[in-house]
């Protein structure tokens, strides 16, 4: 199942559980900017594969700095999620066999096993 869906599904059902709507909204909106620093940590043993040919980025936003380009099948290994600025989600993870970490939209991604969680 792709991140993106199975994370979809879980925030909703948070959000239905702490009041709604509102707590996903209050995630989204609290960075000033699409590309200013985002706080992660290490909290989830999910990993999945990049679907096709992308950057992993600086910042949880396509116009952030790349960090490297690596191709479809790639293993990762996703470290938290977050909701962009726009709203959409992103995963923190390590490049399997590097040290190469960045964020990554979750639509890019396949979710293979483990627990997901946020930042």
């Known amino acids: 199942m792709n991140l993106a869906k199975r994370l979809g599904t879980t925030f909703a059902v948070t959000a239905l559980l702490f009041g709604g709507a509102s707590t996903m909204g209050a995630t989204a909106a609290s960075a000033a900017g699409p590309c200013d620093y ?62 190469t970490k960045g964020w990554i939209s979750g639509d890019n991604v396949s979710y293979e096993a483990g627990s997901l969680n946020r930042c």
């Open 38 to 99: 985002r706080s992660y940590q290490n909290n989830s043993s999910a990993w999945g594969y990049f679907l096709g040919s992308y950057n992993l980025k600086t910042r949880p936003a396509a116009e952030c700095s790349n960090v490297k380009k690596f191709g479809a099948g790639t293993k990762l290994y996703v470290w938290c999620t977050i909701t962009n600025y726009y709203g959409n989600v992103w995963a923190y993870g390590r490049v399997e066999g590097t040290q």
